[in-house]
């Protein structure tokens, strides 16, 4: 059988981020361009899945690095080392790229197309995942739909 020199190898998690580094899909909607922000390693084994990237996580391409992450490592009781280790926690957002802000204000949701296009291929990689965690209500909507329950105290919480 001759070989697929024209396909890229999907196979191995390395040549999957490289894929995802080099995402286009949604560009012409994004202020700021493409630059998805993501951490997989088949031995972690928490997955946090967030909303998307703010600007400063675009600016540095390091994911959960203001506020609300530092929020969500005192929530979590993590401290920076384990939370940036890729052998311990993955990290996939619904939206591995800033999508800006709305007209009225506020943050703009994930790119709908991002999600579909890439978690169920990373998440393949992440074998040894013992707990998700779904930080917000985008990650809750798109994973547990009509299941999520509504809980104000949790929904004020907004790690995301
Ligand atoms: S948001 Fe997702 S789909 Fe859009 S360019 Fe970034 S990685 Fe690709």
Redesign the pocket.
């Known amino acids: 059988m001759p070989r697929q020199l024209d396909r890229p190898d999907t196979n191995t998690l390395d040549s999957l981020l490289g894929e995802?580094r080099a995402?286009?899909?949604?560009?012409a909607h994004?202020p700021l361009g493409?630059r998805?922000v993501a951490v997989a390693n088949p031995a972690a084994r928490l997955l946090i899945i967030g909303q998307a990237p703010g600007t400063r996580v675009h600016e540095t391409g390091i994911p959960w690095n203001d506020k609300s992450g530092d929020r969500l490592r005192e929530w979590l009781d993590i401290d920076k080392p384990t939370f940036y280790d890729p052998e311990k926690v993955a990290i996939m957002p619904m939206?591995?790229?800033y999508p800006g802000v709305l007209a009225s204000g506020g943050d703009a949701p994930p790119?709908a197309?991002?999600a579909p296009?890439?978690h169920e291929r990373l998440r393949a990689h992440l074998p040894n995942v013992a707990l998700t965690l779904l930080a917000g209500m985008y990650a809750q909507a798109y994973y547990l739909g009509k299941a999520r329950k509504k809980n104000p105290d949790r929904d004020r919480r907004n790690l995301a």
């Open positions: 995802i995402c286009r899909h949604c560009a994004l493409p998805p939206g591995f790229c790119r197309e991002c296009l890439w």
